[in-house]
């Protein structure tokens, strides 16, 4: 069994320690003790350096051992070890951050916290709720902060399992368990590293609700990541008002708007777009000569795309008239769309989908209008004569 330093003292940032056990290439380390925290409960390893050398990853092996895993080899039998206390400290505001605000969540509506993870840029939580409304979030919020004001006290504890009540969620370990707990609100069996008081936490913000398994995944910043990303989120409206020449306040308001009125001329476009493709189906279908078996028959190529909304509507113009077919082909991806008149003799989706069979594309349609894609430029090259007769 490795002592655990970090149990007692997480702010110790150095320690000295004997070398117990390694693997051959010396790149994993075992010592009698570590102040180093190895992935566990949700909570990501130190950083630091031990004897120098720079620590890549700590785990935590079934015996009860802790794993340094090194970049580069160790030498000798006493080490000390640095802590990157930047990092401990960030994982110390987070997890207590989250043993307050899954405190609140239960105090305030009885919703259970289901599991925990601490990322690089922000934590989440699932909890036991099929929703949470933005008022209950501003509650939650509220009453987090009104704790982290409050600087409640942030105890750990030695309890025997069969002894320790009022827990928040019940332990399945045996043995003695390790409480961590906030004065008057919460009493939680936990291995991770946690500040002394609630104001240490700095600032808790929820940031993002996802759906996930039925339940809530809520996604929260604490302490330094929260005025990070709220001096972030500052500047980011702040450049969007200026470029609006409005007020932060009004902002979002004048997106809203702008967006709809986006939405408006952005329908009108494509009305307009496919009026305007409908008169030049027509114009073409008059401008086209008709081959000798009197069908009038026309083709257009596009370079990129699919088959767009204004192509169907210049197709299905063209064969308005009497005795038409009408082709058009995209290279990238390679596509086609094929359209007939009803008294031009073709059935678009029959002949159509036999072409794309043979070519090693797929597609289909019905008598007037069909269409597919193809493998490649080469099958969509061999296909277009077929279709134009």
């Known amino acids: 069994m490795t002592e655990r330093l970090y149990y007692n003292d997480p702010y110790l940032t150095t320690f000295s320690a004997e070398v117990v056990d390694a693997s051959e290439d010396g790149c994993t380390v075992f010592l009698d003790r570590t102040a180093f925290y190895p992935s566990s409960g949700g909570q990501p390893f130190d950083l630091g350096t031990l004897g120098g050398k720079a620590i890549a990853g700590v785990e935590e092996r079934e015996d ?14 006493f080490v000390q070890g640095v802590i990157n206390w930047d990092r401990r400290h960030d994982h110390m505001q987070q997890h207590t951050g989250q043993h307050l605000l899954s405190a609140v969540l239960e105090e305030l509506y009885s919703i259970p916290t289901l599991s925990f993870h601490m990322g690089v840029e922000a934590s989440t939580i699932e909890i036991g709720a099929a929703s949470l409304t933005p008022e209950q979030v501003a509650a939650v919020e509220r009453r987090v902060h009104a704790v982290i004001w409050e600087g409640r006290p942030v105890q750990v504890t030695y309890e025997k399992a069969s002894e320790a009540a009022g827990l928040r969620k019940v332990s399945e370990r045996e043995g003695i368990l390790r409480i961590v707990s906030i004065e008057g609100l919460d009493r939680s069996a936990c291995g991770g590293t946690h500040v002394r008081s609630t104001s240490a936490i700095g600032a808790l913000q929820v ?8 339940n809530v995944r809520l996604e929260f910043l604490c302490g330094a990541r929260a005025l990070h990303r709220a001096r972030a989120d500052f500047e980011a409206l702040s450049t969007i008002a200026r470029t609006f020449s409005s007020p932060i306040d009004q902002a979002a308001e004048l997106v809203t708007a702008l967006q709809a009125r986006a939405a ?9 777009a496919l009026e305007l493709a409908g008169f030049q189906g027509r114009e073409l279908y008059e401008n086209t000569a008709p081959s000798p078996d009197g069908v009038r028959r026309a083709m257009s190529r596009f370079p990129s795309g699919a088959v767009s909304d204004e192509t169907r509507a210049l197709a299905q113009s063209f064969v308005s ?8 082909a995209s290279e990238d991806p390679p596509s086609v769309l094929l359209a007939a008149s009803k008294d031009s003799g073709v059935h678009a989706g029959e002949v159509l989908k036999r072409a794309l069979a043979a ?5 289909g349609g019905n008598a007037q209008l069909a269409q597919g894609s193809l493998p490649s430029r080469e099958a969509l090259e ?5 279709l134009l007769g």
């Open 264 to 272: 408006d001329l952005d329908r009108s476009r494509r009305k307009l």
């Open 382 to 386: 061999s296909l277009l004569p077929q």
């Open 64 to 77: 009860g051992r802790i794993a340094h895993l090194l970049a580069s080899p160790l030498d000798g039998r």
């Open 321 to 328: 008239g009497e005795r038409a077919v009408f082709v058009a």
């Open 207 to 214: 940031r993002k609700l996802d759906r996930i398994r039925g």
């Open 359 to 363: 070519a090693g594309g797929r597609g």
